[in-house]
């Protein structure tokens, strides 16, 4: 993406089953990201996204919302995003604070990475009936 964003290298397009998959991968590394965000080439990256059809979705990879602004600055282009918090590790607050900071509104969703709980853990109290079949200690089977 920065390449593309400072040189206007194309991004890489990837054909599968007839549909078109556009890979924007996010990668560390000291570079202008925020002036590169703000640039003209930016702007029209993101409006082509928004111009496209609307059966067309994108998914952007943004790096932790507090390592820097860009997860911010790119939010004034994105419809939405999928908060991905890591059991052991993410607190609450940060949890909080990162939604405050994106806008709850548009928060699509969070994904418990890293989970090392089985699907029936201490702590859900899910009755012993819904977890038969999965292999719960207590479901029969």
Known sequence: MSEHLSTG???ETFQLNGENLTI???MGGFMHSAELLASPRAEAFFQTLQSSNDRDLFICDLPPVFANDDAVAAMAHLDCYVLVSEEGRTTEREVRDAVAALGRER???VILNK????????GYGVDPYYAQ???SPTSPR
């Open 133 to 135: 079949g999965y292999g």
């Open 115 to 122: 989970f090392r709980g089985g699907l029936v853990s201490d």
């Open 24 to 26: 924007v991968p996010t």
């Open 9 to 11: 290298t194309p991004l």
């Open 107 to 109: 928060l699509a969703g």
